[in-house]
């Protein structure tokens, strides 16, 4: 049998289209399916966090992301009164992310519609073929491939491609089908979140902001438009699947809030819970999940993006790689070792917010003691690099206290005579990058043999210590020559050939 596709993504949201434009970029033959008819138009996500942004950065997609901020920022300044969006905070405990070890690496307010927007336009710049009213309903893998049984508006299809993705979020057909383990534990509250539209009068009533009340948690935001959210602490909610009402929404944030508020308008919204699951593995042979479908966990702190992305920026140069014959051994599975860890972390942290925000007095006196604890710096600057993933750090057999962690989106000077660049315009699409900062011709003449896969920039950057580095194309640093140090050529090649391969002679 021979296949379609080098790579089929099952799922059209963020982390498919994101993960489909990685592989496009590095000249992978790929297919979306996506089951839904027209893009979801219900804000889920009201900001992305740095990792994520910095990987849609790295699709070459920057100027979109600012004007996208720009344009939200507008609308919250119309609403508010303020512009900013969404504030970093911790089961409802409010954080300074002025304290984050690198607060440049900031939260981004770019809504998950106009994220997807700007995902799905670029996927089609680059060719990438999406089709919508196509839902993944069959799969079986062999040693060549896999069968992907598909049902659209013109009937049953059966496609062949040499590897699945599974980026079908939360309830994904994909993970269920190949028989991932799904572990974790199961939801114990009913969270409520919608798009609304109130009258003024409501408006008035309602007070904005997060609140713990003897209820539960009610909050009411306002960006881009109102929004309001309520947390119950009563279990899971009876039909999980089940939409929001307006009814339902209404009697919630009356009951939590006290307040007797007319919702005017739902005009978009989800009902969610607790529950914390993420699949033992995330490859089972030819079959990957990546994003919701890998991990599930209450919405809280708004890191879905952050860590789905930054999935997605793992995985798409080292599956390209694969396909096209280079990668090295266990290059693949080293995606599982990397991320899973990542989303074990994600999951206990939002466990960690429930048992925050809980209405019953034990959890009231940990939550003012957890408050009084965020007023020291480290405990602050610890939690928001974690929720913002700055303290991700993979294991690249190199002690430096840079190797292993993502690079930040530096400003290059004089990488390229008159023109402003950062790094992430230098990275991606596949290939991996030398960053010279000291003018070693020894290091640039290293990687010579490796520069199908590996590009080269000398330039000036704020990295303090350091003569060069070597980075992958998710941004992961994986190669660090400090100031001064004499150049080990074994140390280099070793890098390379660990994430590169062989490299080419003559
Ligand atoms: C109320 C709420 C608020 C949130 N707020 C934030 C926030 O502020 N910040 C943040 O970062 N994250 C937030 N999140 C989380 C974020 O929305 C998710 O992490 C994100 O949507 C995950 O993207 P995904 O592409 O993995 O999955 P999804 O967005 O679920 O996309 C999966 C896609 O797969 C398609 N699909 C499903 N099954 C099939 C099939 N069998 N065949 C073909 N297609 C299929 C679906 O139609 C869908 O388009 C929030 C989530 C919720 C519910």
Not at 273 to 294: N, W
Not at 468 to 482: F, I, K, N, Q, S
Request: proline fraction near 5%; charge should be neutral.
């Amino acid at each position: 049998m021979t296949n379609d596709f080098d790579v089929v993504v099952a799922g059209g949201g963020p982390v498919g289209l994101m993960l489909a434009c990685e592989l496009r970029a590095a000249g992978v033959a790929v297919l979306v399916l996506e089951r839904r008819a027209r893009p979801e138009r219900a804000v889920k996500a009201g900001s992305m966090g740095p990792l994520a942004a910095e990987a849609v950065r790295g699709l070459g997609l920057g100027a979109e992301l600012r004007a996208a901020e720009e344009a939200a920022n507008e609308r919250d300044l119309r609403l508010t009164g303020k512009p900013g969006g969404p504030r970093e905070h911790f089961g409802g405990i409010f954080l300074d992310p002025s304290l984050a070890s690198d607060p440049d690496r900031r939260r981004v307010r770019v809504d998950q519609p106009a994220l997807e927007d700007i995902l799905a336009r670029h996927a089609r710049s680059l060719g990438v073929d999406v089709r919508r009213e196509h839902e993944v309903t069959g799969l079986s893998q062999d040693g060549d491939g896999v069968s992907v049984d598909v049902a659209t508006p013109a009937g049953a299809l059966r496609l062949r491609c040499a590897y699945l993705a599974g980026c079908d979020g939360g309830r994904s057909t994909v993970r269920e089908l190949a028989g991932f383990g799904f572990a974790g534990t199961p939801g114990s509250l009913t969270g409520r979140d919608g798009v609304v539209r109130l009258s003024e009068e409501a408006r008035r009533a309602l007070p904005r902001g997060f609140h713990h009340t003897e209820r539960g948690v009610f909050v009411f935001a306002g960006f881009g438009a109102d929004r309001v959210a309520s947390v119950e602490f009563d279990g899971p909610p009876a039909d999980p699947a089940a939409p929001l009402t307006l009814a339902d929404l209404e009697a919630s944030v009356r009951r939590v809030s006290g307040v007797e508020v007319v919702i005017d308008e739902l005009l978009s919204g989800f009902v969610y819970t607790d529950e914390a699951r993420q699949a033992t593995t995330y490859r089972r042979g030819r079959v990957l999940l990546a994003g919701d479908a890998a991990h599930v966990y209450a919405p809280f702190g708004g890191q879905g993006l952050n860590v789905g992305l930054a999935d997605a920026a793992n995985l798409g140069w080292k599956l390209a790689a694969q396909v096209h014959g280079w990668a090295p051994a266990g290059l693949l599975d080293t995606y599982t070792a990397e991320r899973h860890p990542v989303a074990a972390g994600l999951l206990d942290n939002t466990r960690a917010q429930a048992a925050l925000m809980r209405p019953d007095p034990q959890s009231r006196a940990l939550r003012e003691l957890f408050a009084e604890f965020t007023g020291l710096e480290p405990v602050t600057r610890r939690i928001v690099d974690m929720k913002t993933g700055q303290s991700v750090r993979y294991a690249v057999g190199d002690d430096h206290p840079l190797a292993g962690t993502l690079c930040p989106d530096l400003p290059l000077d004089g990488a390229v005579a008159g023109a402003a660049t950062t790094l992430r315009d230098r990275l991606g699409r596949g290939r991996g990058l030398l960053l010279d900062l000291a003018g070693r011709a020894e290091v640039r003449a290293g990687i010579a043999p490796w520069s199908a896969r590996v590009g080269t920039v000398t330039a000036r950057a704020k990295v303090d210590g350091v003569d060069a580095m070597l980075l992958r194309p998710d941004g992961c640093v994986a190669w660090v020559l400090p100031q001064g140090a004499a150049y080990r050529a074994e140390a280099l090649t070793g890098a390379l050939r660990t994430w590169f391969g062989e490299g080419e002679t003559g």
